[in-house]
C-alpha cells in the first residue's frame, strides 16, 4: 500500500492532542492506522504536549476534579482508538470501527451505497461508509463544512489528484469536487462530513431535495 495523501499537520497536532469531535477523531485514526508516517508524527506531536506538560507549575485540584475525570474517562463519549496498525474487523473493516453500530447499507442513484456509523456522543459531524462501483461518476458538488475522507478500498480522481487505499482527503466548504472512481475495484471510504452537500449541476439542484447525505 502506497500512501501519498495525508492530514494536514494542523489536523494530526489536532488529533494528538484530541481536541477533535469524535466522528472526526474517527477518520483521523483510521488513516494513522494505516500510515506509519502519521503514526510517527503524532507520536512527535504527543511527546512535545508531553514535554510541555512536565514544564507547568503544579496546581492543587478543584473539590471533585478527579471524580468529574473519571466520569468522562468511563463514559460512552471516551475516544479509545488503537493506533498499531491495519488490523480488521468483521467484512474487512479497520479496527478502529469496532465498538460503533453501522447501519443497513441503502443505495443511492443505483451504483452507490451509504451505511451510516452510529457515534458516542452527539455531533453536528456525521460519520458513514460510502461504496461506488469503479466507473462511477458523482455529481460536482461543495460541503456546507468540512469532509474528511478516508479510502479503505479501490479509489477515487479529482481535480486534486487520484486517492487510493490508506489516502486522506481533506476538503472544506471552499472546495468543490467531480470525484469519479477508478476503474477495477469497488471504491470504499469512510467519511466525516459536517453540513449537507451542494449539488452543482441544474440536474443535481433538482434531485438535491431527494438525496441526504
Same mark, same amino acid.
Given at each position: 500500500?502506497?500512501?501519498?495523501? #495525508?492530514?494536514?499537520?494542523?489536523? =494530526? ?5 484530541? /481536541?477533535?469531535?469524535?466522528? !472526526? ?7 494513522? @492506522? ?17 514535554? =510541555?506538560?512536565?514544564? =507547568? ?27 498499531? @496498525?491495519?488490523?480488521?474487523?468483521? %467484512? ?7 465498538? #460503533? ?16 456509523? %452510529? ?21 460536482? #458538488? ?6 474528511? /475522507? ?6 477515487? /480522481? ?5 486517492? @487510493? ?10 472546495? %468543490? #469536487?467531480?470525484? !469519479?472512481?477508478?476503474?477495477? %475495484? ?14 452543482? !449541476? ?12
Amino acid at each position: 500500500m502506497t500512501i501519498r495523501h #495525508h492530514p494536514s499537520d494542523a489536523t =494530526l497536532a489536532q488529533f494528538a492532542a484530541g /481536541t477533535l469531535d469524535e466522528g !472526526s477523531a474517527l477518520v483521523v485514526a483510521t488513516h494513522v @492506522g494505516l500510515c506509519a508516517a502519521c503514526r510517527q508524527t503524532v507520536g512527535r506531536f504527543e511527546a512535545v504536549g508531553g514535554a =510541555l506538560l512536565d514544564r =507547568l507549575e503544579p496546581a492543587p485540584l478543584s473539590t471533585g476534579a478527579r471524580e468529574a475525570a473519571m466520569t468522562r474517562l468511563d463514559g460512552e463519549g471516551a475516544r479509545a482508538i488503537d493506533l498499531g @496498525g491495519a488490523d480488521v474487523v468483521a %467484512e474487512g473493516l479497520p479496527q478502529t470501527l469496532a465498538g #460503533h453500530r453501522l447501519g443497513r447499507w441503502r443505495g443511492i442513484g443505483g451504483r452507490v451505497a451509504l451505511c451510516s456509523v %452510529e457515534l458516542r456522543s452527539p455531533s453536528d459531524v456525521r460519520v458513514f461508509l460510502l461504496k461506488a462501483k469503479p466507473g462511477t461518476q458523482l455529481p460536482r #458538488h461543495r460541503h456546507q463544512g468540512r469532509e474528511w /475522507t478516508c479510502v479503505l478500498q479501490g479509489a477515487f /480522481t479529482h481535480a486534486g489528484g487520484t486517492y @487510493g487505499a490508506g489516502d486522506f482527503d481533506e476538503a472544506d466548504e471552499t472546495d %468543490e #469536487h467531480h470525484p !469519479s472512481v477508478d476503474p477495477g %475495484e469497488t471504491c470504499i471510504c469512510l467519511v466525516a462530513m459536517q453540513g449537507q452537500i451542494e449539488l452543482q !449541476s441544474f440536474l443535481g439542484r433538482l434531485i438535491q431535495p431527494l438525496i441526504r447525505l
